[in-house]
């Protein structure tokens, strides 16, 4: 059961260009929204996270929009450049004390000059 | 290290073998987790250890994944009688605390079952 959605499975844009990724999300419980970034060959690692009390979350060129009637949230990626170049994921679990991380399928994005 | 260190780096296996992944999380980390991600796919989540205690193994795949972390630091992922859908990089992630805060994640071991 794919309890998080993400679209597209890839993405190609020109150095300069905003990509935007999306996802959605099916359990109400849900309250943490990390999004991970993977180069080939590494683990992913975390790139900016945002709860649902904010509709969005700014960390440098990176934004997260998050809608929490629609159960969705997206990245954006301002002034993209050739080294954002990677694996993107977005994930969600509740909080809390422990609770396990549930991941979207990826987004391969690829920036080229 | 600085880091969450993970061993070997790449393993092949044969089809009934036995195999042993090593986890060495970053110091004081309470939290550890292990991750299967298969080719071109997200990390799903196999387990979770808060210091020693496996407080959850839901997501392990089958009776042959067992995983252990005795002494509250390093932890090792064991798969008995490898079958070739266990082929994919196997990933683990240590936290301060629980996992909303900041999970770090090793670079992962590749196996592949032939």
């Known amino acids: 059961q794919q309890q998080v959605k993400q679209s597209p499975q890839s993405l190609i844009v020109q150095k300069g260009g905003i990509p935007i990724i999306n996802c959605a999300y099916e359990?109400?419980?849900?309250?943490?929204f990390p999004w991970y970034q993977q180069f080939p060959g590494k683990g992913p690692a975390l790139l900016i996270a945002?709860?649902?009390?904010?509709s969005e979350k700014k960390e440098g060129r990176f934004t997260i929009s998050f809608n929490k009637s629609a159960k969705q949230f997206s990245l954006h990626i301002m002034d993209s450049q050739p080294g954002d170049s990677a694996t993107y994921f977005c994930?969600?679990?509740?909080?809390?004390?422990?609770?396990?991380?549930?991941f979207g399928t990826g987004t391969k994005l690829q920036v080229i000059p | 290290g600085a880091g969450v260190s993970q061993s070997p780096r790449y393993k092949v296996a044969k089809r009934g073998q036995d195999v042993a992944l090593r986890c060495d999380p970053i110091?004081?980390?309470?939290?550890l987790f292990w991750y299967q991600q298969a080719l071109g796919q997200g990390p799903e989540f196999l387990t979770y250890?808060?210091?020693?205690?496996?407080?959850?193994k839901s997501g392990l795949p089958s009776d042959r994944f067992f995983a252990e972390r005795p002494e509250g630091s390093v932890s090792t992922l064991k798969i008995q009688r490898t079958q070739q859908e266990d082929s994919a990089v196997y990933l683990c992630?240590?936290?301060?605390?629980?996992?909303?805060?900041?999970?770090?994640f090793g670079q992962g071991t590749r196996l592949t079952v032939v």
């Open positions: 250890f808060q210091n020693e205690a496996q407080l959850d």
């Open positions: 359990n109400t419980a849900f309250d943490y």
């Open positions: 992630a240590s936290s301060a605390r629980g996992s909303d805060t900041e999970a770090f």
């Open positions: 994930a969600a679990s509740g909080s809390g004390g422990y609770q396990k991380v549930t």
């Open positions: 945002i709860r649902p009390d904010v």
């Open positions: 110091s004081g980390h309470v939290s």
